[in-house]
């Protein structure tokens, strides 16, 4: 304790305090470094982000150490500089090597482009997501799931062709590239539940989907909290997509067009209502409206 205080008190107390402030300013190199110090620890994070800050910061202590070496004439100033130069500029040059071995199959490289990269997904992210997936081809007329047989085991996402969905033999609506094949389904069953498919989807062309295995993508969504909530947003807004496509096949009556969205359609399409009944339910909400 005794060594620590005598420490201090050489270094606070008997330093020699500045009588003389020096009048002029530092050269324009020094003014120079300070701001780009001050830029670059403005950056983000991710790997951009880091290219940002090791980028300015770089280039501050190139300045402190051109200053150094110019006007204070200091040796250890500029060996201190010149190094955290050097390290910064390593790191620059790891880092965008990272960012440049990062490369992808075609259809990864059109999802990205096409749905991730507009919602700000970063390219460490989506290869997170790429290696837990596979990418599968599907021919034309084969199926990717019959209903009522089914499991559903997986989620997929097409990429190229399209997939018709059927059920009990009629037509329900198209999944065209970058929408979810069975995004209902799996927003429909938890974690621990099993279940098989309710429609048939049925390639109407050569189609290419990623896919995902439910207990592999539910590990990765547990582990990475920004990807769980990514793929929260795009369910959801696929099943509304969907639910949109289903809104205009609804007719009541003769060229009648029902409106899914409005409150009482769940409860007036019960099993236990008749058509005539809907059909003169939905006459007379016409009338009240024309009134």
């Given at each position: 304790?005794?060594?620590?205080?005598?420490?201090?008190?050489?270094?606070?107390?008997e330093?020699?305090?500045?009588?003389?402030?020096?009048?002029?300013?530092?050269?324009?190199?020094?003014?120079?470094?300070?701001?780009?110090?001050?830029?670059?620890?403005?950056?983000?994070?991710g790997?951009?982000?880091?290219?940002?800050?090791?980028s300015?910061?770089?280039?501050?202590?190139?300045?402190?150490a051109?200053?150094?070496?110019?006007?204070?004439?200091?040796?250890?100033?500029?060996?201190?500089?010149?190094?955290?130069?050097?390290?910064?500029?390593?790191?620059?040059?790891?880092?965008?090597?990272?960012?440049?071995?990062?490369t992808f199959?075609?259809?990864?490289?059109?999802?990205?482009?096409?749905l991730?990269q507009?919602?700000?997904?970063?390219?460490?992210?989506?290869?997170?997501?790429?290696?837990?997936?596979?990418?599968?081809?599907?021919?034309?007329?084969?199926?990717?799931?019959?209903?009522?047989?089914?499991?559903?085991?997986?989620?997929?996402?097409?990429?190229?062709?399209?997939?018709?969905?059927?059920?009990?033999?009629?037509?329900l609506?198209?999944?065209?590239?970058?929408?979810?094949l069975?995004?209902?389904?799996?927003?429909?069953?938890?974690?621990?539940?099993?279940?098989?498919?309710?429609?048939?989807?049925?390639?109407?062309?050569?189609?290419?989907?990623v896919?995902?295995?439910?207990?592999?993508?539910?590990?990765?969504?547990?582990?990475?909290?920004?990807?769980?909530?990514?793929?929260?947003?795009?369910?959801g807004?696929?099943?509304?997509?969907?639910?949109?496509?289903?809104?205009?096949?609804?007719?009541?009556?003769?060229?009648?067009?029902?409106?899914?969205?409005?409150?009482?359609?769940?409860q007036m399409?019960?099993?236990?209502?008749?058509?005539?009944?809907?059909?003169?339910?939905?006459?007379?909400?016409?009338?009240?409206?024309?009134?």
């Amino acid at each position: 304790m005794e060594g620590n205080s005598s420490l201090w008190k050489n270094l606070i107390d008997e330093h020699p305090v500045c009588t003389i402030w020096k009048q002029e300013a530092e050269g324009a190199i020094y003014h120079l470094a300070s701001i780009l110090f001050v830029v670059g620890f403005m950056g983000g994070s991710g790997f951009f982000g880091l290219l940002y800050v090791f980028s300015l910061l770089g280039l501050g202590f190139l300045c402190s150490a051109i200053w150094a070496w110019v006007d204070v004439c200091a040796a250890d100033i500029f060996s201190w500089n010149f190094i955290l130069f050097v390290i910064c500029f390593i790191r620059f040059v790891h880092i965008a090597y990272q960012v440049h071995s990062i490369t992808f199959a075609r259809e990864f490289q059109l999802l990205y482009s096409s749905l991730f990269q507009p919602l700000g997904t970063s390219l460490p992210d989506f290869r997170t997501i790429a290696m837990s997936s596979e990418v599968v081809t599907l021919e034309k007329e084969h199926c990717y799931a019959m209903q009522g047989k089914t499991s559903i085991d997986k989620l997929s996402l097409l990429v190229s062709g399209r997939i018709r969905v059927t059920v009990d033999g009629e037509f329900l609506h198209y999944i065209f590239p970058f929408q979810f094949l069975d995004s209902p389904e799996w927003d429909s069953l938890k974690p621990t539940e099993e279940g098989t498919f309710q429609v048939t989807l049925t390639a109407e062309t050569d189609c290419r989907y990623v896919s995902w295995r439910r207990k592999k993508l539910y590990l990765l969504l547990a582990q990475h909290r920004y990807i769980s909530r990514l793929f929260s947003v795009l369910i959801g807004s696929d099943i509304a997509d969907k639910l949109y496509a289903l809104n205009d096949r609804v007719y009541i009556g003769k060229r009648y067009h029902y409106d899914i969205r409005l409150p009482n359609f769940l409860q007036m399409s019960s099993p236990e209502m008749s058509k005539s009944s809907l059909t003169e339910h939905f006459q007379n909400s016409r009338r009240y409206c024309d009134k």
